[in-house]
Structure formats: structure tokens, C-alpha cells
């Protein structure tokens, strides 16, 4: 297994997976403004797994529902079976079969859009 490595204690490098490009965008603006460090940008669920390989984030807020083929909590599984990295879910549907199925990968947090900076800072905080 990988082990994500981070350059600080206190700044995360996170990869951001999501669909919706200006969600992705406000997204890292957010971590940016929390003082950590957004490294990726991925749309799909195979993306993200490859990003993540090649960048090695500390953790990866992931968008439980992507417009590919693969959704978000499968691609989390490819990446934790992958190394330790710590996944952040990311819903704006909030359902007990999404819960069920992302417990399963042991998240580090799990958070309903839409979300403010603090709340964002809290998970992260946590993780």
C-alpha cells in the first residue's frame, strides 16, 4: 500500500473529485482560504483513481454521484484498496443506501451539499 505523505501537519494536499466544474471550483477556493492545498481536480471515478496514484493526496473529498460510468463510492474503494489516503464523501443526496454503501469504505467524513466553509473546516479538522 501507499501512504499519502503531507508537506505540513497543518495543510492537507487534497484532491477534489467532482462532477460539476464550478462546484470543483469553489470548492478549492474554500480549502485554499482553510490554508490547505487542492493538488487535482477529477470529473470521473477512474480519473480520480488514477490521480490519486500518481499524486498521492492526503485525502480526497469525493462526489458520491459522478456523470461516468463509475460513481464516487466505487472509486473510493479503488483508492483505499490502493493506500491509506482518506476519503471525504461529498452528497447532495443524502440516502440511507449512499450512507450504507460509504461506511463500508470507512470515511473519514461525510458531508451534504450544500456546505459552508465551516462545516468543510470541521471534517477536515477531524480528519
Given amino acids: 500500500m501507499i501512504a499519502a505523505t ?21 470548492i478549492a477556493m474554500q480549502l485554499r482560504e482553510l490554508g490547505h492545498e ?3 481536480h477529477a470529473t470521473r471515478g477512474e480519473q480520480a483513481i488514477d490521480m490519486a496514484r500518481q499524486l498521492l493526496p492526503d485525502l480526497v473529498l469525493m462526489d458520491v454521484h459522478l456523470a461516468s460510468a463509475m460513481d464516487g463510492i466505487t472509486a473510493a ?7 491509506e489516503t482518506g476519503i471525504v464523501f ?3 443526496f443524502d440516502t440511507s443506501t449512499n450512507r450504507s454503501r460509504a461506511e463500508a ?5 461525510y458531508i451534504t451539499k450544500p456546505f459552508d466553509t465551516e462545516e468543510l473546516r470541521k471534517v477536515l479538522a477531524a480528519a
Fill in 6 to 26: 503531507s508537506s505540513t501537519p497543518d495543510r492537507l494536499r487534497i484532491l477534489v473529485v467532482e462532477d460539476e466544474v464550478i462546484i470543483a471550483m469553489d
Fill in 38 to 40: 487542492p493538488v487535482g
Fill in 77 to 83: 474503494e479503488a483508492i483505499r484498496a490502493q493506500s
Fill in 90 to 92: 461529498l452528497s447532495a
Fill in 105 to 109: 469504505v470507512k470515511p473519514v467524513g
